[in-house]
């Protein structure tokens, strides 16, 4: 391992210069006069690894994809864990009541279609499916994300039933393996076969996680993060049964605690994390995380019919920190599209908005006049 305090060589014009706290320089160098394709590549990884470094050098950023990075190491422990629970909890429903839940003579022709919160189910199979999932949810009285579902499949797909007590959005999920950690987490306090796990726990997660991904300018401070370390640690502890789940909370313990260096290819790790983590794996990271946020914004859009100036403003400086970090813009084309988009239906809002301000504002001026001629 690299001592701290050491110069890194990127083999590419310049040197990240690693200081004793973790934190990084650049030091420019003469270009290597290397022909061809090559140079440009090593020029290329050179770069993203000076923006990466400089991105780390912000501690509150730091904190911030720690965090989301906990929560990825959260998900992928309980995924197997929530994927055999919920198959084996549909299987218990259906043996209790099949002549109910799975008649052979009976299936649903596939024209029960749920909006959003909305479900009205068409056939009597759904509607019974419908009244189970409400049996056992929690808060049968809230939001309940009936799009989520194809209900026809509730009789024969595990998961399309557990879909139902997950926030919006999950719609295209097919398993466990592709949830995040707020879909676990939901179906965990949502649904109460999984009532043995400490709810409180569940739920100061969800708020911890909730908190990261809207924090507007993606930074954490040292005290949130060490709070969610506390929060995330407390709830692996309710999984001391499921052995992914203990790494995990080995793996988060020392994450944590690290100063994260950017491991340079062909060098030693220069941090002591447990597992090796490069540079790719590292912006491979913020990737997840930008998309997931990104992802909020278009479905509150599509939920809502509307942005708020207040996410309005999330949206530009998302926008303008990619803008400023060429090595995450490029990897994030079609999410700054969808940005773009968003940003077009809101000034056609905006514009829309206007247009009928002003022909209010003519009608009540019109009024006024007529009521002064009288």
């Given at each position: 391992m690299k001592a701290l305090g050491a110069s890194v060589s990127l083999g590419t014009g310049s040197l990240l210069a690693v200081t004793k706290t973790g934190r990084f320089r650049r030091r420019s160098l003469a270009r290597p006069t290397v022909p061809g394709a090559d140079a440009e590549a090593k020029i290329g990884l050179a770069m993203a690894l000076a923006e990466l470094a400089a991105r780390l050098n912000c501690a509150e950023y730091k904190n911030w994809v720690k965090a989301g990075h906990s929560l990825l190491l959260l998900r992928a422990a309980l995924q197997r864990f929530a994927g055999e629970q919920v198959h084996a909890f549909h299987r218990q429903l259906i043996a209790r009541s099949s002549a109910r839940l799975a008649p052979p003579s009976r299936q649903c022709s596939g024209r029960c279609s749920p909006r959003g919160k909305q479900f009205q189910p068409a056939c009597s199979l759904c509607k019974e499916w419908k009244k189970e999932i409400l049996n056992h949810h929690t808060q049968r009285n809230g939001d309940i994300h009936w799009g989520n579902c194809r209900p026809w499949l509730w009789p024969s797909n595990s998961w399309e039933f557990a879909k139902a007590y997950m926030p919006r959005?999950?719609?295209?999920?097919?398993?466990?393996?592709?949830?995040?950690?707020?879909?676990?987490?939901?179906?965990?306090?949502?649904?109460?076969?999984f009532s043995n796990i400490d709810q409180k726990k569940i739920r100061e997660v969800i708020k911890c996680r909730n908190e990261l991904m809207h924090s507007s300018e993606m930074k954490v401070s040292s005290s949130w993060l060490k709070s969610f370390g506390n929060h995330i640690?407390?709830?692996?502890?309710e999984f001391q049964h499921v052995p992914e789940a203990q790494h995990a909370c080995t793996r988060i313990e020392k994450l944590l605690s690290s100063d994260w260096a950017v491991h340079v290819p062909g060098e030693d790790q220069l941090d002591g994390l447990e597992d090796e983590m490069s540079q790719s794996q590292l912006s491979e990271i913020e990737r997840e995380l930008i998309k997931e946020r990104l992802h909020e914004f278009r479905l509150l859009l599509e939920e809502q019919g509307k942005m708020s100036e207040e996410n309005l403003n999330r949206i530009q400086m998302v926008k303008n920190f990619l803008?400023?970090?060429?090595?995450?813009q490029s990897?994030?084309?079609?999410?700054?599209?969808?940005?773009?988009?968003l940003g077009q239906e809101w000034d056609s809002q905006k514009e829309s908005m206007k247009d009928t301000q002003e022909v209010s504002d003519e009608h009540k001026t019109d009024e006024g006049k007529s009521y002064n001629l009288k």
């Open positions: 959005g999950k719609a295209d999920t097919p398993g466990p393996d592709k949830c995040d950690a707020s879909a676990l987490l939901n179906l965990f306090n949502f649904c109460d076969h640690q407390n709830l692996l502890t803008k400023n970090n060429l090595d995450l990897s994030l084309q079609a999410e700054i599209q969808n940005l773009e988009d």
